[in-house]
């Protein structure tokens, strides 16, 4: 027992010893970090929260060259560089940072994706797509994928852009069909345009499929029977459309009528273009259905209800191509509520400083408050 006592009373001083000593080497190692973390990197990020950007660059320059192996100051300079449209500074700072040999590896695709956002920015399409390419299995997959989605639409390289959305939802990154059925919509126009029509039957069975529900293969696929002179085979196509899609069959609705009319099938089309009418009223159903009737909408007597329930200037203009003798004062009333209403959205003030509308004039903008802003004169006077 005398032993037990005898060595606690020991180690008590040296655990205290050794707890001392590990507390002051603590302290030393947070003074050292304290003293090597560069201070112009807080004072660039104090500018930087300030909106001073210009100083805030001239901040981490000098953090950079002070400590020029501390990675996040360069990705802060790149990314600075790049907001401002210094592209070309922003690139040399990536690339500076993807020739050190010393670079882990997450940094190193941190830095890759960073270049091609530097290039694509800049607009430099070929180079920001074999950046991006180079990020193809790693952390930055998704984001590398997306990015080169969107160049291809922009590029109109729609044979990669359609593989690109194919390879993203097999990643389960989201349903990607509607898009990829457009896309082999505009290759079929393409090829229908090079008179390669066997490739645009192709691509266009492949847009089916992609996308079983979507309008747009439909329709074009009508379009280009009727082009042909298959016109029942076009009916057929859009008789589909009409079913699964009413509102994008109206884009084609006259087309409609005119392959009905060429296959004899006039007034049965006007029937279904009426019932289609009667479900959604449009006046391009409406047209249609005079035209598959072989008279000008100007004539129809639906006309006339049509523009009191439906009062746009397309509607007025129809009525307008009458004969005046046809006029009448309902006629009259009918015009004027159309012309009323699509004229209101035209009777404002608007401020020149940033937009702001308003029926009443101001001479405080409600919106900026600039003084003086709007011009004593209403939108459509301008």
Not at 102 to 127: C, I, V
Not at 320 to 329: D, I, T, V
């Amino acid at each position: 027992m005398e032993f037990d006592v005898f060595g606690w009373l020991l180690a008590l001083p040296v655990a205290f010893g050794f707890g001392w000593l590990a507390s002051r080497l603590d302290l030393r190692q947070l003074r050292r970090e304290n003293r090597e973390s560069p201070k112009a990197y807080f004072k660039g990020l104090n500018l930087l929260l300030n909106e001073q950007q210009d100083k805030a660059i001239d901040a981490f320059i000098e953090a950079v060259q002070n400590d020029p192996d501390t990675t996040e100051l360069h990705f802060a300079l790149g990314n600075l560089f790049r907001r401002r449209g210094e592209f070309e500074r922003a690139v040399r700072v990536h690339q500076h940072l993807l020739g050190r040999s010393d670079l882990p590896g997450s940094e190193r695709d941190r830095a890759q994706h960073a270049l091609a956002q530097d290039f694509m920015k800049a607009g430099l399409f070929d180079r920001a797509e074999q950046a991006y390419r180079a990020l193809q299995g790693t952390a930055f997959d998704t984001d590398a994928r997306l990015a080169l989605l969107n160049l291809y639409e922009r590029s109109r390289d729609w044979a990669a852009a359609a593989e690109t959305a194919a390879a993203l939802e097999r990643s389960g990154t989201g349903a990607f069909g509607t898009r990829i059925a457009h896309y082999r919509c505009e290759m079929a126009l393409e090829a229908d345009a090079k008179g390669q029509a066997e490739d645009a039957d192709a691509v266009l069975r492949q847009a089916r499929e992609a996308a079983p529900h979507a309008p747009r293969p439909l329709l074009l696929a009508g379009q280009r029977l009727a082009r042909t002179g298959h016109h029942a085979e076009a009916l057929a196509a859009w008789d589909d459309l009409r079913l699964r899609d009413l509102a994008a069959f109206t884009l084609v609705a006259s087309d409609y009528a005119d392959s009905a009319r060429a296959v004899g099938q006039g007034e049965a089309a006007a029937a279904r273009l009426q019932a289609a009418y009667e479900q959604a009223p449009s006046l391009d159903l409406l047209r249609a259905r005079a035209r598959a009737q072989g008279h000008e909408l100007g004539a129809d007597p639906a006309l006339l209800p049509h523009l009191r329930t439906q009062p746009t200037l397309s509607a007025a203009q129809a009525v307008l191509a009458r004969p005046a003798a046809e006029w009448n004062a309902e006629t009259a009333q009918a015009v004027g509520e159309a012309v009323a209403r699509a004229a209101r959205p035209q009777q404002r003030y608007r401020c020149a400083a940033c937009g702001f509308e308003a029926q009443r004039y101001f001479w405080q903008c409600p919106g900026c408050l600039s003084w003086d802003s709007f011009p004593p004169r209403r939108v459509e006077e301008l």
